[in-house]
């Protein structure tokens, strides 16, 4: 079995580890910072960049309002293209259903497209459990697997990794799992796409089935789409004689021309391009081209969960860009790992406790795992309004339906906010502070929950005298 | 005859009293009288930004009896004058207060923060300040994205004499302050922090200035630690200084006419 986040450590802890290891900081701001760069130059390019993202935020809250209909739509005409579709509720039934199906082709060696949902469902382990090798293929996702390692951003998996980490990696790993690294391999950027080259080859031309997710469906056609850099996909979508096409249920598009927004917007946004090497769309089957047998599994796994928050719903435009972690401040200091999910930065603090619900102490962690500072908000393609999620899913921790309970906190802001509305005791507190605050050394460590302030900052001076004693006592500066 | 009132903020009350006092000071210069009801606490930026809205709506409900009756609200502070706005509303749905929603929604647009209360409100830009010193402006999250202020402070701070102001590397940058995310998440919000302090100390300024003394607490609070000399203040302290004021004691002249732009 691959690593999971399975009992991973809340946000806090995670993120302490992380931000102590010098090596992956600056990995992951060289990387955020260049992708970044990018990105902002050929955004600046575009006059109609905003309206873009207007029509991109509204196409897709059309879909997700009428959800219902377009799914039932995307399913008469796969169907119609001879393809099967079938509908998982949640992990485990989606992960049986693909099982079931790479069992029925007798297969036991297959390759995958990288793909968010089938990181997100574990099911690579699930074909693992039941005696079938998935292998990835795409470069970064092939990185993660064979370090036995564990993704860190949703478009580039491997952003925590450099090059000779990347090099040693393949020197130890390929040879357990096919062609072995070249001899004297080098961390040259071109050495290193040749060996996963050489490596993958030998699984494209071998495997029999494939699995995938998919970028886009296109209801009125019933297409499926995947964007991506290397051609990988490409391969595995039309060597294989099977195609499995594992998919979330919000990525529904209703027509073509809503196609083309997106197409200006992904590359541009995910890795400053502008539009992605290879895009690849197909339609059921057809005879004597590509996949003889096609299989779309429609997965929901809390989307509907999530589609039932008001305000959270936003989160279901999301394309999966990565912007939002690139630009985030706290991302870059962390790494994606620490939010112990394939889905990191500013998207995975909103979208895990939306499908999961904050109901354990990690996920609840999550909503808090952010200063609020909105840079997210300014580049999401889809208009997703992070701080306003963020602040709702924090108080369905504080006063709502979360599991996960802050009894302490809520004890204490609640005493704060009892002073505070009565005026004769806000004034003597505030007074009080400027008596305490004498007493108190400039260097003192704060206790308990609060050392996380005095650990890298001093504790500021308290004046002797309030604003609103030196008010009384000079009757507004008069005296 | 308009009633001006000043929201001087709780943090600014018990921790930065010269704040407040800078704001009295150039209100009065530029013709406006404020008042300052004593029964003001805090407008409940920490609990609702950690989650508590029904604790919120009962400080909204203290603001909006506080200040209800004046016709302008003047803030020396971009995230709590920014909040009656953002938040009030969310609040009072939250608690189902429907009193309160009529009432926070008259109160919201008279709350103003006070650079923008200066520049939009009294069509000023210079304030015939005096500030002989290198400084540098940080924008706050909530001053650039929240309630963005553009280009404001920066025109206010160039209008002073004397002064010059040098600009903050990566400044649009988070300094990993986030309220309660500094303490809930000690160790990222100390990375951050610890670049905003470098970039900060990049500049050579003798003064950090923004409008949010909590983002200035936070990056003082580093900047002491490591022993730097660098002062933090309030935006509104600078514009308060005149030249019967002279330099501001302790810290280094400017060379004259060496403003940066």
Not at chain 1, 101 to 121: A, F, H, N, Q
Not at chain 1, 354 to 376: E, I, N, R, V
Request: proline letters at 5%.
């Amino acid at each position: 079995m691959s690593k999971t986040f399975m009992g991973w450590p809340a946000f806090p802890r995670a993120a302490e580890t992380a931000v102590a290891d010098e090596q992956l900081r600056t990995n992951v701001r060289r990387a955020t910072h260049t992708i970044r760069g990018k990105r902002a130059a050929l955004v600046e390019e575009r006059p109609d960049w905003q309206d873009l993202r207007d029509a991109a935020a509204a196409l897709k809250d059309d879909v997700l309002a009428h959800l219902d209909t377009y799914l039932e739509q995307v399913e008469e005409r796969v169907t119609a293209a001879g393809g099967t579709v079938h509908w998982a509720v949640d992990a485990d039934e989606a992960n049986r259903i693909v099982t079931r199906l790479v069992r029925d082709t007798g297969e036991t060696e297959i390759v995958k497209v990288k793909s968010m949902l089938t990181e997100e469902i574990g099911l690579d382990n699930a074909l693992e459990a039941a005696g079938i090798s998935a292998r990835e293929t795409d470069l970064a996702a092939t990185i993660v697997q064979l370090g036995d390692d564990l993704p860190s951003h949703v478009v580039v998996p491997a952003l925590h990794r450099n090059r000779s980490e990347i090099r040693d990696i393949f020197v130890r790993e390929m040879g357990r799992h096919g062609r072995p690294a070249p001899e004297g391999l080098t961390d040259d950027p071109g050495e290193l796409a040749e060996a996963a080259r050489l490596h993958m080859r030998e699984k494209f031309l071998k495997a029999k089935v494939a699995v995938s997710g998919a970028n886009f469906v296109v209801a009125e056609t019933g297409t499926l789409c995947v964007v991506e850099s290397e051609g990988n996909g490409r391969m595995c979508l039309t060597l294989a004689d099977t195609l499995i096409s594992v998919v979330g249920i919000e990525k529904v598009v209703p027509t073509w021309r809503d196609l083309e927004v997106y197409l200006q917007m992904l590359a541009r946004s995910a890795t400053g391009e502008r539009m992605a090497p290879y895009t690849s769309t197909w339609t059921g089957t057809t005879d004597g081209d590509g996949p003889g047998t096609f299989h779309l599994v429609l997965v929901d796994n809390g989307r509907t969960r999530a589609l039932a928050d008001p305000v959270g719903r936003q989160a279901l435009r999301c394309i999966r860009c990565g912007a939002c972690m690139n630009i985030c401040p706290v991302y870059e200091r962390t790494g994606g790992q620490a939010y112990g999910s394939v889905y990191p930065g500013p998207i995975g603090a909103i979208l895990n406790p939306l499908l999961k619900g904050p109901d354990d102490p990690q996920t609840a962690s999550l909503p808090y795992a952010s200063s609020l500072c909105g840079a997210c908000n300014e580049v999401c393609p889809v208009r997703i309004r992070f701080t306003d999620v963020l602040l709702k899913l924090r108080s369905d921790v504080a006063e709502g339906d979360a599991k996960v309970k802050h009894r302490a906190e809520k004890a204490a802001l609640k005493a704060v906010g009892a002073v505070m509305d009565h005026g004769p005791l806000w004034n003597a507190a505030v007074r009080a502070a400027g008596t305490v605050g004498a007493a108190v050394p400039k260097g003192m460590k704060l206790p308990g929950p609060l050392h996380g302030w005095t650990d890298s900052r001093a504790l500021p001076d308290i004046p002797k005298e309030s604003f609103r004693a030196w008010w009384k006592r000079t009757e507004g500066g008069a005296k | 005859m308009r009633t001006t009132a000043l929201f001087v903020t709780c943090i600014n009350d018990a921790l930065h009293p010269g704040t407040g006092k800078a704001a009295v000071t150039l209100l009065r210069r530029l013709g406006v009288e404020v008042d300052f009801p004593d029964g003001q606490s805090c407008c409940g930026q920490m609990h609702y930004n950690t989650g508590y809205r029904r604790e919120t709506a009962r400080l909204a409900r203290h603001f909006v009896d506080v200040f209800g009756e004046y016709d302008e609200i003047v803030v020396p502070s971009a995230s709590c004058g920014g909040l009656p706005s953002e938040a009030y509303e969310i609040a009072a749905e939250a608690a189902g207060d429907a009193g309160l929603l009529r009432d926070v929604r008259e109160l919201a647009p008279k709350v103003h923060e006070l650079t923008s209360y200066i520049t939009d409100v009294l069509g000023r830009e210079d304030v015939d300040a005096y500030f002989p010193h290198r400084v540098t402006y940080h924008p706050t999250c909530h001053s650039l994205r929240a309630t963005p202020l553009g280009e404001r402070p920066y025109r206010l701070l160039r209008a002073v004499k004397g002064i010059d102001v040098v600009e903050l590397p990566a400044r649009d940058e988070c300094c990993g302050f986030g309220g309660t995310f500094s303490v809930k998440n000690g160790a990222v919000s100390g990375a951050m922090n610890g670049d905003k302090a470098r970039h900060v100390l990049e500049t050579g300024a003798s003064v950090l200035a923004a409008v949010d003394n909590s983002c200035l607490m936070n990056i003082g609070g580093r900047l002491a630690k490591d022993g730097h000399a660098v002062r933090t203040l309030h935006l509104v302290e600078i514009l308060a200084r005149t030249e019967a004021d002279g330099p501001l004691a302790g810290i280094p002249v400017a060379r004259s006419g060496g403003v940066l732009r």
